[in-house]
């Protein structure tokens, strides 16, 4: 194998593909990058049994080849180059010499053959997005995406389509996020659980461009296909939540409030809350709603906050508890310059939704009973 390439053609190729890297497993094979030449392009290939990643590279193919070489120790030594052309070969020893102005490095290499073979996938249904969209909708749910394992669906996001329209909706226990959008061209209805861990990588391949990305899935897999990239993950099984079951429709306390300065209060009260002198505990903060007006505060060993607000308001008063990380990742998500929040009770979930109609976003977050 004897190839020429660009520093920073690939250095993008294995910033993609080493996010499919095994951290911790008994295979060392799988610890590696599969690189693999085909005429003028070069493929590379990470796996670890959940994740699977390939990225195609157009380069100089002076001899055709494959091997496994270490993706940390190969990465980083690619990154720390000049920039500058690289050149990559395999010598008589079967060791990977890379090569660049006056850097020189062998490194060992695995058997290819031994590399496993990334699922193939009969794909069922599928839907085509553009990347910025789907980015944008993958970060607005991601952080909802429960982190305990004993409820193994909620570390997934449920990917819904219906009526021609996609719904990314993510739940922890203690909150909700509901991003959705309208596609373009006509599809089948489906859904499918797709882990967090998965979108999370997928979301730092992905391109804040017009670039379409095509989403196919069977009965337990998906494909994630991009232009020069594929991803493959395996799907979570279970039943997801019932989600619009859980969303109220109706409110008894609704606030319309400028976002930013909602977000900027509840930044600054959350540093008392958060600065609880008992380790790891966090104080919730009070929500209090009168008429035109709100009062967020919290009070614990360290000290006092309290930020008044004057918003508008609709219905009665109203009292409630909330843990403030919950309501700020919320806010945080949110790119509108207003936002309604809809009360129902002190012990009812809060709907944080857009001023119009027709908004394509709901999040929803549980109160925390307040001690007297």
């Known amino acids: 194998m004897k190839i020429v390439c660009e520093k920073d053609k ?19 094979i799988l610890e590696g990058i599969l690189i693999q030449t085909n ?60 090569e660049c102005e006056g850097s020189l490095y062998k490194l060992a290499t695995m058997n290819p053959e031994e590399f496993p073979e990334l699922p193939k996938i009969d794909i069922e249904n599928s839907i085509e997005i553009e990347q910025n969209n789907l980015k944008d909708m993958v970060r607005k749910t991601i952080f909802a995406v429960s982190t305990e394992e004993n409820r193994p669906i909620f570390t997934g996001c449920l990917f ?31 859904s499918a659980v797709i882990p967090g861990r998965t979108l999370n990588e997928i979301n730092k391949i992905l391109t804040d461009s017009f670039d379409t990305i095509k989403i196919g899935v069977s ?78 505060s919290c009070t614990n060993q360290t000290g006092d906050a309290k930020e008044e607000m004057f918003v508008e308001t609709e219905g009665q008063n109203l009292e409630a ?16 310059p207003e936002v309604f929040i809809d009360l129902g009770s002190s012990i009812s979930p809060c709907i944080i939704r857009p001023t119009e109609e027709k908004g394509d976003y709901i999040y929803m977050v549980l109160p925390i009973r307040m001690k007297e």
């Open 10 to 28: 690939i250095l993008k190729a294995i910033n993609s593909v080493t996010k499919a890297v095994a951290s911790k497993t008994t295979m060392p």
């Open 39 to 98: 005429e003028k392009e070069v493929k590379f290939t990470t796996y670890d049994l959940e994740i699977g990643i390939e990225y195609i590279m157009e380069s100089t193919v002076e001899e055709q080849g494959a091997t496994v070489v270490n993706a940390i120790m190969f990465s980083e030594i690619i990154r720390k180059l000049p920039d500058a052309e690289i050149n990559i070969t395999i010598n008589e020893n079967n060791l990977l010499v890379i």
């Open 160 to 190: 819904e389509i219906k009526n021609n329209k996609l719904n990314v909706v993510a739940v922890d226990g203690f909150r909700l996020a509901w991003k959705s959008k309208y596609l373009q061209t006509q599809v089948n209805d489906f």
């Open 219 to 296: 009965k337990n897999q998906a494909l994630f296909e991009m232009e020069n990239c594929k991803i493959v993950t395996r799907l979570l099984d279970g039943e997801f939540l019932n989600y619009a079951s859980v969303i109220p429709e109706n409110w008894e306390t609704r606030i319309r409030v400028d976002k930013n300065l909602l977000q900027n209060c509840f930044e600054r009260v959350s540093l008392i809350s958060a600065s609880s002198i008992e380790k790891e505990k966090k104080y919730p903060v009070k929500v209090n709603v009168e008429i035109g007006k709100i009062t967020i």
């Open 321 to 336: 508890g909330f843990n403030p990380k919950y309501f700020l990742d919320a806010l945080r998500a949110i790119d509108d």
